[in-house]
């Protein structure tokens, strides 16, 4: 019997839309093990609507505190990915970002070493929950599910 992907839930935030121009800028792990990883990268620049989004300007010292060498992210990256199934509200955004900075690291990376299935919260909570049409936003959604998030 095949033993189960472990689901690793995944935030990341990033300086702009398109992952082969942009950075990532933060990144949010947890692990069903209760695990949790949190690091900022350092960047050359950012998009002004993403450091809107992001409150980036708002939040420099924060991030310059928990800031890594790229090099160390790739071992946090390799330790927590490995055949883990992605939870998330906009995961495949997240991947192709993490697959774009593999790449950019030369790690050799022939296919994603995690699970082909992630798991889009965004759309099992709605319906689940009876959150009504669409668009929601991640506080509705985290409210939805008893995670109260701070405004």
């Known amino acids: 019997m095949i033993a189960p992907a472990p689901p690793v839930f995944l935030d990341l935030e990033t300086t702009g839309l398109d992952p082969v121009v942009h950075q990532i800028?933060?990144?949010g792990i947890i692990t069903e093990e209760g695990h949790e990883v949190h690091f900022s990268l350092p960047i050359d620049r950012i998009d002004p609507g993403?450091?809107?989004?992001?409150?980036?300007?708002?939040?420099?010292?924060?991030?310059?505190?928990?800031?890594?060498?790229?090099?160390?992210?790739?071992?946090?990256?390799?330790?927590?990915?490995?055949?883990?199934?992605?939870?998330?509200?906009?995961?495949?955004?997240?991947?192709?970002?993490?697959?774009?900075?593999?790449?950019?690291?030369?790690?050799?990376?022939?296919?994603?070493?995690?699970?082909?299935?992630?798991?889009?919260?965004?759309?099992?909570?709605?319906?689940?929950?009876?959150?009504?049409p669409a668009p929601w936003s991640s506080g509705?959604?985290?409210r939805a599910v008893g995670v109260d998030i701070p405004k």
């Open 140 to 142: 509705q959604v985290a």
């Open 25 to 27: 800028l933060e990144v």
């Open 50 to 132: 993403a450091a809107k989004v992001n409150r980036y300007y708002e939040r420099r010292d924060e991030l310059k505190a928990i800031e890594i060498t790229e090099r160390e992210a790739m071992i946090e990256f390799s330790t927590w990915l490995r055949g883990a199934v992605f939870v998330g509200n906009y995961v495949q955004f997240d991947l192709r970002f993490i697959e774009c900075f593999l790449r950019r690291m030369h790690c050799g990376l022939n296919s994603p070493p995690w699970h082909y299935h992630p798991v889009h919260l965004k759309a099992l909570v709605p319906g689940t929950y009876g959150l009504g």
